[in-house]
């Protein structure tokens, strides 16, 4: 039975092959989470390295900010303002990704010490960490969750 100290990122990581483009629009990151039911998506560019992640919270702040720019319309009349709501909905299918996308992103390594992760999460309040290989491609994603499990796991072997 391994330590709990010895056990590696890689045995507890979602592998996760879904990403997204930070050229792709909006709107096509928000099906795919919809879709494959994902609260975060690692964005990659062209040469697949990662450069950012788009959460949930990426997207609910985006909100924020819309429902903050709706409210000042609060002078205009019903049927300008049913209008001007109507444009800022469609200019979310022109929004990139990488325009809302949180960057830098901290990541680890599928080697890294699964204690040392959740420290990370922890201390810097994060429910997810990209894992990517040594040229910077994903592999999959550390979530407080995962950690979750390795701590039930390793309390269960310890139980017998």
Not at 37 to 50: C, F, Y
Not at 53 to 77: C, K, N
């Amino acid at each position: 039975m391994k330590n709990l100290g010895e056990l590696k990122v890689s045995e507890y990581m979602t592998c996760q092959a879904i990403c997204i483009n930070d050229s792709d629009r909006l709107t096509e990151a928000i099906r795919i989470m919809d879709d494959e039911g994902l609260s975060v998506l690692p964005v990659i560019n062209s040469q697949s390295r990662l450069v950012g992640i788009l959460s949930v919270s990426d997207l609910i702040e985006i909100t924020h900010e819309l429902q903050t720019d709706i409210t000042a319309m609060g002078y205009v009349r019903d049927k300008l303002r049913d209008f001007l709501v109507k444009m800022l909905i469609d200019q979310g299918d022109t929004t990139l990704v990488r325009d809302v996308m949180t960057s830098p992103v901290e990541t680890i390594s599928p080697q890294t010490n699964l204690v040392v992760a959740a420290r990370k999460l922890v201390d810097r309040r994060y429910h997810h960490l990209p894992v990517i290989d040594e040229s910077g491609t994903p592999v999959g994603m550390l979530s407080t969750k995962d950690f979750v499990r390795a701590i039930s796991d390793y309390g269960a072997l310890l139980a017998g």
